[in-house]
C-alpha cells in the first residue's frame, strides 16, 4: 500500500520525527528502524483516517492562495469557518493541503 508523507508534518509527526531523530543520535535506535517507524506511522494515519473518521466539515472562507503541483491541491483562507452539525470555528488562516487518493492504489 502506497502512503503519502503529509502526516508527518502534523504535531504528533513532528513529535513522532524529532523523537526518532534523537533516540538515532542517542544511539537507541538504528537510522533503519527509525525510517521503517516513520513509514508505518503514514500508513497508519492513512488507514485511521479512511476508516475511522466519519464526520463532515464545511469549509467557508477568502482564498488567499491556491497551487496545484505534482497531484497535489493546496490551499491557504482567511477567515475561514468550519462548520459541522455539532459546532462551528472560525480561524484567521489555515493551509489544506489536498491529495488524490486514487494515487495510493497505483
Same mark, same amino acid.
Given at each position: 500500500?502506497?502512503?503519502?508523507?503529509?502526516?508527518?508534518?502534523?504535531?504528533?509527526?513532528?513529535?513522532?520525527?524529532?523523537?526518532?531523530?534523537?533516540?538515532?543520535?542517542?544511539?537507541?535506535?538504528?537510522?533503519?528502524?527509525?525510517?521503517?517507524?516513520?513509514?508505518?506511522?503514514? %500508513? @497508519?494515519?492513512?488507514?485511521?483516517?479512511?476508516?475511522?473518521?466519519?464526520?463532515? $466539515?464545511?469549509?467557508?472562507?477568502? +482564498?488567499? !492562495?491556491?497551487?496545484?503541483?505534482?497531484?497535489?491541491?493546496?490551499?491557504?483562507?482567511?477567515?475561514?469557518?468550519? %462548520? @459541522?452539525?455539532?459546532?462551528?470555528?472560525?480561524?484567521?488562516?489555515?493551509?489544506? $493541503?489536498?491529495?488524490?487518493?486514487? +494515487?495510493? !492504489?497505483?
Amino acid at each position: 500500500m502506497a502512503t503519502f508523507e503529509l502526516y508527518r508534518r502534523s504535531t504528533i509527526g513532528m513529535c513522532l520525527t524529532e523523537t526518532l531523530d534523537e533516540m538515532v543520535q542517542n544511539g537507541t535506535l538504528s537510522p533503519e528502524l527509525a525510517i521503517q517507524v516513520l513509514i508505518q506511522f503514514d %500508513k @497508519s494515519m492513512t488507514e485511521a483516517l479512511d476508516s475511522q473518521v466519519k464526520s463532515k $466539515v464545511t469549509i467557508k472562507g477568502h +482564498l488567499h !492562495t491556491y497551487r496545484f503541483c505534482d497531484n497535489v491541491w493546496t490551499f491557504i483562507l482567511q477567515d475561514a469557518t468550519f %462548520k @459541522s452539525d455539532e459546532c462551528q470555528e472560525t480561524v484567521g488562516r489555515v493551509k489544506i $493541503v489536498a491529495c488524490d487518493s486514487k +494515487l495510493l !492504489t497505483q
